[in-house]
């Protein structure tokens, strides 16, 4: 079994900074990619960000330029996402995603609010 447990999120104002961390534990070898991924009411579940095993990262266009992926390099079992300038339109719950050849694990979802 995996385990991914979330930490940060929160209620900022527009313009503002948030940092996501997920610390990943279990049968966790061989990780191809971790990543973030959010869903705003009413919206379906979508890509914010991902690092795949040989360092490559993947961004949404709506989030390039203001939103930072990185792997603690120690253990490459943690992955933040730094996100500034926030906009009222990042309001979503953000899930951590972790791939582990083929399947797919996820964490409980943390909440970031933006608004004045």
């Known amino acids: 079994q995996v385990q991914l447990v979330e930490s940060g999120g929160g209620l900022v104002q527009p313009g503002g900074s948030l940092r996501l961390s997920c610390a990943a534990s279990?049968?966790?070898?061989?990780?191809?990619?971790m990543g973030w991924y959010r869903q705003a009411p009413g919206k379906q579940r979508e890509l914010v960000a991902r690092?795949?095993?040989?360092?490559?990262?993947?961004y949404a266009d709506s989030v390039k330029g203001r939103f930072t992926i990185s792997r603690d390099n120690a253990k490459n079992t943690v992955v933040n996402l730094q996100m500034n300038s926030l906009k009222p339109e990042d309001t979503a719950v953000y899930y951590c995603?972790?791939?582990?050849?083929?399947?797919?694990?996820w964490g409980q979802g943390s909440q970031v609010t933006v608004s004045s």
């Open positions: 995603h972790v791939l582990i050849i083929f399947s797919s694990y």
């Open positions: 279990g049968r966790i070898s061989n990780i191809d990619s």
């Open positions: 690092v795949f095993s040989d360092g490559r990262t993947d």
